[in-house]
């Protein structure tokens, strides 16, 4: 069986264009300039089947992506193809949609303890909670791999390992829990047949992590920041990358020299934010990428892992 993957959204916390931000790539892709394309906000799907799904993140647009992609359309009255959802961390923008797949239906989520502890004081989850069953939690276990289960415990044939990449909590948590090496993980996803995915949308060291990434079918890489002080340079008033737990792509301590060794048959950015360059098809940093055989994630981007 082979890993059918479809990246919903390939934009960073705020999507492109961000709702409140006038930046050069984002009025660009409201005046429609060539080479630029709106995206939603980080989240992928993944079957082994080709007919139920699991939820990579829950993004804010999650009912947006649906709507944009048919696979995730309902069958039947009340009848969902997304069996769940498996969270990488707790941020908003991953945890957002959740909020958005109520309506009765019921889900299974996979997240480590601590992520699962983030959301647990949260009353609006209660939405999710309204009757037995409803939202079955799995606490995923480091390196561990799992198989992707329904809420009714229908089997996937889809398995996922969470591996501990330097991140940090979200931040409307932050001073709630000391930091742990569950805040933040990475997720290598196959089928008992098929190449692995390797999503890793937030990571602070991806040479750190090369062991983890090596090898892979597809890897689906953090490209929030071209440069550390992307922000701070446009007057956002904002840290550099590092204080977000973001390695930069570009420059002499970013992402893309760091794996130059790499060995990943796709090697995608995906969690742009609406500040980087990469976005421009044209600019020379996407020039540099593409030749250094990566590539940038669009909506809609399919894959299949033989
Ligand atoms: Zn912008």
Not at 39 to 60: H, K, M, Y
Not at 228 to 251: D, F, I, K, N
């Given at each position: 069986?082979?890993l059918?993957?479809l990246?919903?959204g390939?934009?960073?916390g705020?999507g492109f264009?961000?709702w409140n931000?006038?930046?050069?790539?984002c009025q660009?892709?409201?005046a429609?300039?060539?080479?630029?394309?709106?995206?939603?906000?980080?989240?992928?799907?993944?079957?082994?089947d080709?007919?139920?799904?699991f939820?990579?993140?829950a993004?804010?647009?999650?009912?947006?992506?649906?709507?944009?992609?048919?696979?995730?359309?309902p069958?039947?009255?009340?009848?969902?193809?997304?069996?769940g959802?498996?969270?990488t961390?707790g941020?908003?923008?991953?945890?957002?949609?959740?909020?958005?797949?109520?309506?009765?239906?019921p889900?299974?989520?996979y997240?480590t303890?601590?992520?699962?502890a983030?959301l647990?004081?949260?009353?609006a989850?209660?939405?999710?909670?309204?009757f037995?069953?409803?939202?079955?939690?799995h606490?995923?276990?480091?390196?561990?791999?799992c198989?992707?289960?329904?809420a009714?415990?229908?089997p996937?044939?889809?398995f996922?390992t969470a591996?501990a990449?330097?991140?940090?909590?979200?931040?409307h948590?932050?001073?709630?829990?000391?930091?742990s090496?569950?805040d933040?993980?990475?997720?290598?996803?196959?089928?008992?047949?098929s190449?692995?995915?390797?999503?890793a949308s937030a990571?602070?060291?991806a040479?750190a992590?090369?062991s983890?990434?090596?090898?892979?079918?597809a890897?689906?890489?953090?490209?929030t920041f071209?440069?550390?002080?992307?922000?701070?340079e446009?007057?956002?008033?904002?840290?550099p990358?590092r204080?977000?737990?973001?390695?930069?792509?570009?420059g002499?301590?970013?992402s893309?020299l760091?794996?130059r060794?790499?060995?990943?048959?796709?090697?995608i950015?995906t969690?742009l934010?609406n500040?980087?360059?990469?976005?421009?098809d044209?600019?020379?940093e996407r020039?540099?990428v593409s030749a250094?055989?990566?590539?940038v994630?669009?909506?809609?981007?399919r894959?299949?892992?033989?």
């Amino acid at each position: 069986m082979a890993l059918h993957v479809l990246v919903l959204g390939s934009a960073a916390g705020g999507g492109f264009p961000q709702w409140n931000c006038g930046c050069q790539n984002c009025q660009g892709v409201r005046a429609g300039k060539p080479g630029l394309r709106a995206r939603t906000q980080d989240s992928v799907a993944i079957s082994g089947d080709g007919e139920s799904w699991f939820l990579l993140n829950a993004s804010p647009d999650v009912l947006r992506q649906v709507q944009d992609n048919r696979e995730l359309w309902p069958r039947n009255l009340r009848d969902s193809p997304i069996l769940g959802v498996v969270l990488t961390n707790g941020d908003l923008d991953h945890v957002l949609g959740l909020l958005q797949l109520r309506e009765s239906q019921p889900l299974a989520l996979y997240a480590t303890e601590r992520v699962l502890a983030g959301l647990a004081d949260n009353a609006a989850l209660r939405t999710l909670q309204r009757f037995e069953g409803h939202l079955r939690q799995h606490p995923l276990r480091l390196d561990e791999p799992c198989e992707l289960q329904g809420a009714r415990g229908e089997p996937s044939g889809v398995f996922v390992t969470a591996a501990a990449v330097r991140g940090k909590p979200p931040l409307h948590l932050s001073g709630l829990y000391a930091p742990s090496i569950e805040d933040n993980v990475a997720l290598r996803v196959r089928t008992a047949e098929s190449g692995t995915l390797v999503y890793a949308s937030a990571i602070a060291d991806a040479g750190a992590a090369q062991s983890l990434l090596e090898g892979c079918a597809a890897l689906l890489l953090d490209g929030t920041f071209w440069s550390e002080e992307e922000l701070p340079e446009l007057g956002v008033r904002m840290g550099p990358a590092r204080s977000m737990a973001h390695q930069p792509v570009g420059g002499s301590a970013g992402s893309l020299l760091a794996l130059r060794e790499l060995r990943a048959a796709r090697r995608i950015f995906t969690h742009l934010n609406n500040t980087n360059p990469l976005l421009d098809d044209a600019s020379p940093e996407r020039r540099e990428v593409s030749a250094a055989g990566w590539e940038v994630a669009t909506d809609g981007l399919r894959l299949r892992l033989d």
